[in-house]
């Protein structure tokens, strides 16, 4: 390699975490890590880390959309965190069930589960409820509209929280996780319980399977 190669090396920095990080999130050049008790650690490219702590208890689920950072702890509440450390109360469950998933959607829309039961916040109005045949294994919003996919047993149901239309159910046996919408919305996928993804395309629930790995598919 040439001697004028910069190394990544050079322009690291260690972070004393002081606990098991769970995750990690970009908000602008900010860094936040999720600690697995209580706390979000957040390191910005300059200037002093700050250690927050946001719930009471195991931090069991966290997303980002790069402004907000969403933790969903096993004390029953849902908390959005920004880059600057100001931290705010989304939802409670009246049930105090622990937060199995959290999602970020459009225009500021938060989702959460617990559970069967899925819960999306959208950027201005009040929180909607959807219930599922089973405990809810994953989250995610597609790319356009306020659509959410929940993923559950025997496959995932699309839902419009501002619709009255009852929500559309994709079925296919087994347990199903981490649903994820192709960029263009076209496609869900979802992990098995099973080292299989199954996918359905969205217009006319035709399915698709992808088999042959050696593990369980975890992102």
């Known amino acids: 390699t040439s001697p004028n190669t910069p190394s990544v090396v050079d322009k690291t920095r260690p972070v004393a975490a002081g606990a ?4 990690v999130h970009f908000l602008d050049r900010t860094a936040a890590f999720v600690l697995g008790e209580e706390a979000l650690l957040l390191v910005p490219d300059k200037g002093e880390e ?3 702590v946001i719930h009471a208890g195991g931090i069991l689920s966290a997303a980002s959309d790069g402004t ?3 933790t969903g702890g ?3 509440k849902v908390f959005v965190t920004g880059q600057n ?9 009246a049930k105090h069930r622990w937060i199995d998933h959290v999602a970020t959607g459009p225009d500021g829309a938060v989702a959460w589960s617990a559970g069967k039961s899925a819960y ?6 009040d929180p909607r409820s959807l219930d599922v045949p089973s405990t809810v294994g994953g989250l995610a919003f597609a790319p356009k509209g306020l659509r959410l996919a929940v993923a559950h047993y025997n496959g995932a149901t699309l839902w419009f929280p501002n619709a009255k239309a009852a929500a559309e159910l994709l079925e296919w046996k087994g347990s199903h996780h981490d649903p994820a919408f192709s960029p263009d919305g076209r496609f869900l996928i979802t992990a098995m319980q099973e080292p299989t993804l199954h996918g ?3 217009v006319d629930a035709k399915h698709m399977r992808m088999s042959g790995y050696s593990a369980r598919v975890r992102s």
């Open 120 to 125: 999306v916040m959208p950027g201005k109005g």
């Open 20 to 23: 098991p990080v769970v995750a």
């Open 68 to 70: 907000w950072v969403v």
């Open 50 to 52: 700050r250690r927050l």
């Open 85 to 93: 450390g100001d931290s705010k109360l989304v939802a409670s469950d």
């Open 74 to 76: 096993d004390d029953g």
């Open 200 to 202: 359905w395309r969205v």
